[in-house]
């Protein structure tokens, strides 16, 4: 048998760590399918659209991230062919950049001669497919010769797997991947991803300042969480005596049931306040933008101190003692430097107060419903259970509302795009966890086509589609700025039905059933379906323009 330049690339992945390739064949690529089938050692996952195909390789490493917090960084390979193909993996991407998520995306490209923006008519022929990248991505790698294959490879591989992790690209020109090779079988590729250690003065000046704090607070963010710094987390904070609030993004790197636990209320201005009064607030892995920061209206009072991997977060919207380092290298250095202060029960108090404020400003709504939907889902999860929400109201109270302990939250809120809850939970599920996808309607009508390869693939997840007949958070937004509202209305499918003509077990369920329903589909092996048919509001929102809370 002729090896041949997807052979390659196939054993440098293998050496590399993976397993599983998420992949869906197109003509150029061809030489890295065939290369996949030979191999016969990773396991392909496919998709029916590229763009889900992307989510789910996202959710893959998401999903192998939580289950082994700061373990080896599991990088997803993603392979897909030229131009429409390649195309339609930016919008996902654009997530994974945002959320820091480690994929390697390969493309396959026009042969070498085609390289290089002259138009010569290739099949999916671009001028610069990898300018469409370049500004999507943390790096982007074009491949020229065989010999260069094992290299760019690492060096792609290295990128993802360096603080702030992020997908990178890699270009393979169809005639490389075709060639015939003379190289020996590839066994010991590696990566070995630069630490990212804070500078020792810094440290100390941080230190310093903490030690100081008569009420210090945390601020954990996405960074944090994907950095593995639980254990540092909570033991800095028992330390400093330190409430902890995390991000929506950061949610479940801090136990939400602690004592000294703020949670992740961050649309509430009691919260906001809350932060702003801290004489130093420590900020970890967070950029504090609009979301974080509560649309803008958070304003410190006291000391700012920014750890942060990704350079352009760094005092990017607020001036600040700032780190550029990863969080759970930055957290064990000012462990050996802080001392431990024994509690007087202000800080718990002040935490349990900052939640009760939160709590008693939700009772004055009418949102029952909405909560109590929160806590069915949550309630109906076995143990381990990872869950992946779409752009959808139910997800929009999970940001604050979820629970994470024991019970990891994925969502697109970074990018914000739609159609991530059904092919997230998917990769999830080929990582071997339970999973369960979380979508509105109009999020779902993104990713129907999956269900096929929840079937082909045998996937253990379940769906919850929350069917309020158009795109409800933008329902809200527009009437609540315009009084009316526009586009927003959908005409649907019935999903119940739609699920069962691919096989699946499907359930219309009710705001009265649906934790027994959700929980009887989880128990069901394979993929199913539940379809509830509810409206759902959001909290009145309590952004700077609005009226502030005075209790």
């Known amino acids: 048998m002729t090896r041949i330049g997807g052979d390659l690339v196939v054993e440098t992945l293998r050496a590399l760590g993976a397993d599983t390739v998420f992949g869906l064949p197109g003509q150029h690529a061809l030489g890295l399918f065939e290369a996949l089938r030979r191999a016969g050692d990773l396991r392909v996952v496919s998709s029916r659209v590229e763009n889900n195909l992307a989510f789910a390789a996202d959710?893959?490493?998401?999903?192998?991230?939580?289950?082994?917090?700061?373990?080896?960084?599991?990088?997803?390979?993603?392979?897909?062919?030229?131009?429409?193909?390649?195309?339609?993996?930016?919008?996902?991407?654009?997530?994974?950049?945002?959320?820091?998520?480690?994929?390697?995306?390969?493309?396959?490209?026009?042969?070498?001669?085609?390289?290089?923006?002259?138009r010569h008519g290739y099949l999916h022929e671009l001028p610069d497919q990898q300018a469409s990248f370049?500004?999507?991505?943390?790096?982007?790698?074009?491949?020229?010769?065989a010999s260069q294959l094992p290299t760019a490879l690492r060096e792609a591989w290295t990128s993802a797997a360096t603080v702030p992790y992020g997908p990178v690209w890699v270009e393979i020109p169809q005639d490389v991947l075709l060639a015939p090779v003379s190289l020996p079988p590839l066994t010991s590729v590696t990566a070995a991803p630069v630490p990212l250690p804070p500078v020792p003065e810094l440290v100390d000046e941080a230190a310093r300042l903490l030690a100081a704090a008569e009420n210090p607070v945390i601020l954990a963010g996405g960074g944090a969480l994907r950095s593995g710094a639980h254990a540092e987390l909570k033991a800095l904070a028992e330390a400093l005596r330190a409430p902890v609030v995390s991000t929506f993004g950061g949610n479940g790197v801090f136990p939400s049931g602690h004592e000294l636990s703020g949670r992740s209320w961050l649309e509430d201005w009691h919260t906001t306040e809350f932060l702003a009064a801290a004489d130093v607030l420590l900020v970890l892995g967070s950029g504090l933008g609009e979301l974080s920061s509560n649309y803008r209206g958070f304003a410190p009072r006291g000391r700012l101190i920014q750890v942060e991997a990704d350079l352009g977060k760094l005092e990017s919207n607020y001036p600040a003692l700032g780190l550029h380092a990863d969080v759970r290298l930055t957290?064990?250095?000012?462990?050996?430097?802080?001392?431990?202060?024994?509690?007087?029960?202000?800080?718990?108090?002040?935490?349990?107060?900052?939640l009760a404020r939160v709590e008693s400003r939700l009772d004055g709504q009418p949102l029952v419903a909405e909560r109590k939907l929160v806590a069915d889902i949550r309630a109906a999860l076995p143990p381990g259970t990872q869950t992946f929400w779409d752009m959808t109201i139910a997800a929009y109270w999970a940001w604050s509302a979820w629970d994470a302990d024991g019970a990891p939250i994925h969502t697109a809120h970074s990018a914000g795009g739609l159609g991530y809850g059904l092919p997230g939970a998917l990769g999830a599920a080929a990582s071997g966890v339970p999973a369960l996808g979380v979508s509105g309607d109009g999020g779902a009508m993104?990713?129907?086509?999956?269900?096929?390869?929840?079937?082909?693939h045998r996937l253990d997840v379940t769906w919850l589609v929350v069917d309020d007949g158009g795109y409800g958070i933008l329902r809200e937004y527009l009437t609540g700025a315009f009084g009316r509202t526009t586009a927003t209305e959908l005409p649907r499918p019935d999903f119940v039905a739609l699920a069962e003509s691919f096989g699946v077990p499907a359930r219309r369920s009710s705001l009265a059933s649906v934790g027994a329903d959700l929980a009887a589909a989880l128990r069901t092996p394979g993929p199913s379906v539940v379809v509830l048919p509810a409206v759902l509001k959001m909290f009145a929102p309590t952004h700077p323009e609005r009226p502030r809370p005075t209790s």
């Open 59 to 118: 959710g893959h490493a998401r999903a192998r991230l939580a289950a082994e917090p700061g373990g080896p960084v599991p990088v997803t390979p993603l392979i897909v062919s030229t131009g429409p193909g390649a195309l339609l993996t930016l919008a996902s991407l654009q997530e994974s950049r945002a959320a820091s998520v480690p994929v390697l995306g390969i493309s396959s490209q026009v042969p070498v001669a085609g390289l290089g923006g002259g």
């Open 134 to 145: 370049r500004d999507v991505v943390k790096s982007v790698h074009v491949v020229r010769a």
């Open 331 to 354: 957290l064990a250095a000012l462990l050996e430097q802080v001392p431990m202060r024994r509690s007087d029960g202000r800080a718990e108090a002040a935490a349990g107060a900052l």
């Open 446 to 456: 993104y990713g129907l086509a999956e269900l096929a390869t929840a079937v082909q």
